[in-house]
């Protein structure tokens, strides 16, 4: 089977790039293949003839997306029909990823895979859901593949941003606690669980259609405070920090950025097996890159 992957040197990329290498997939990014020209991406596909396309190619930076919103459009929504209609041409199956900020976050309990996104509530979340639609309209052959809060070794995250901020403070760059959101609810997912999975589901043949891959919570998720402080923890334990740092919590209205975020948006998976517990997918992760992580640490003297 020949299998490309886009957005390659994306954080989900390198970790597909990985979890895929005994098969040798083709790695493409920007400079093989631009996914918003159209002709491009029709004539480089029908050459190439993959029999598997994984697309984790995306215009993921939030906030500037409100200030972006054609780019957005064009990354997000334009491009997945373009690929779309690629894969449909030379009967390619075809794997999208989007985001539980397609829904508008007003369902404590959570979305289900039938639940019908409507009004995101950043425009980044409205880029996705076009791309959601496009790939729906075009092919039937497909995976798309909804995660949330997504972190790994290749890019930037909420977890290392933490463990910068922490550490800062702990050689007193910042003298105040870290004030952290607690009033928006989520399921952290590790980029290595998500490739995994996704590999999973493709080598199993599962049915086509929509699927929710996060770590595990509770029911109800867990604040980003709450994941601060499990960071934090892992990390003392790991002795990549010498010490909890002093965080505070606070409210979405005291932490304004320029896209809004949606305040329930966990997703809940009805399909697939429970993947891990996202403390045990945090620990590994930090484990994993505890040397790097701990090189840096000492390097500031902690
Ligand atoms: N990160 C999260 O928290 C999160 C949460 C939920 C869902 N997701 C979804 O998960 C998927 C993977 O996300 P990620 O965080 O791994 O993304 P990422 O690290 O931002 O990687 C995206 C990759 O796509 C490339 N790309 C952007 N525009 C392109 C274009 N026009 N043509 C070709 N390649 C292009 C980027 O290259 P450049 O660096 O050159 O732009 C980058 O290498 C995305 O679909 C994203 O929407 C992510």
Redesign the pocket.
Known sequence: MKILI??A?????HELATIFKDVSPILW??PE????DKKQVIAKLGELKPDLVIS?????AVDDCEANHGLADK?NGA?VDYLAGACKKIGAILVQ????YVFSGRKKTGYQEKDKPQTPVNYYGVS?LLGEKNLQKYTDKFYLIR????YGKF?KNFVNTMLDLAKKQLIGEITTPLKIVNDQFGKPTF?CDLAKRTQELVETQKPFGIYHITNETGLNGISWYQFARGIFREAVKLKILAKMPKIKLCTSGEFLRPARRPKYSMLVNTKLPRSRNWQVALREYLFSTENSLATTVKQCKI
């Open positions: 886009l957005g040197q994306g954080m989900l990329g990014d920007r293949l631009d996914i918003i984790a190619a995306a215009y993921t990354i491009a990823y989007s985001t539980d996705k995660t949330s809060w997504l890019g980029a």
